[in-house]
């Protein structure tokens, strides 16, 4: 796998940006519904940008290590009772950071973290 030459400046950007903030434009969401936990909702994704950095500046990284970082940084969100557009959030933070260093597929993880199963056969 390959991974994009600015992947690690983007996930340094994407770590020191506000997170879980009400966005009604671009992904229309609505804000935490609990606001108290925003430190801790944003140091957990914040853990996961650490976590792909980690594999990205590997030797040879893998779309299964970064696969794998995504099922250890969700099961941090797992013992939070998080509503549902809290939870999509989440999921679509974890979209970013694959973009950004180039990988296609969470391999159905995303899915069965924010469904309970993968759609997809």
């Given at each position: 796998?390959?991974?994009?030459?600015k992947?690690?400046?983007?996930?340094?950007?994407?770590?020191?940006?506000?997170?879980?903030d009400q966005d009604?434009?671009?992904?229309f969401?609505p804000?935490?519904a609990d606001?108290?936990?925003?430190?801790l909702?944003?140091?957990?994704?914040?853990?996961?940008?650490?976590?792909f950095k980690?594999v990205a500046v590997?030797d040879?990284?893998?779309e299964k290590?970064?696969?794998?970082?995504?099922s250890?940084?969700?099961?941090?969100?797992?013992?939070?009772?998080l509503?549902?557009?809290d939870?999509?959030?989440?999921?679509a933070y974890?979209?970013?950071?694959?973009?950004?260093?180039?990988?296609e597929?969470?391999?159905?993880?995303l899915?069965?973290w924010?469904?309970?199963?993968?759609?997809?056969?």
């Amino acid at each position: 796998m390959t991974i994009p030459e600015k992947a690690i400046s983007d996930l340094d950007l994407f770590k020191s940006a506000s997170k879980f903030d009400q966005d009604t434009v671009r992904t229309f969401y609505p804000g935490l519904a609990d606001p108290e936990v925003k430190p801790l909702l944003t140091d957990l994704i914040n853990q996961s940008v650490d976590d792909f950095k980690e594999v990205a500046v590997s030797d040879q990284p893998t779309e299964k290590q970064f696969q794998e970082k995504i099922s250890i940084g969700l099961s941090r969100f797992t013992p939070l009772q998080l509503d549902t557009e809290d939870r999509a959030r989440v999921c679509a933070y974890y979209e970013e950071l694959m973009d950004m260093v180039g990988l296609e597929s969470s391999g159905g993880i995303l899915n069965n973290w924010m469904y309970g199963f993968d759609p997809a056969p």
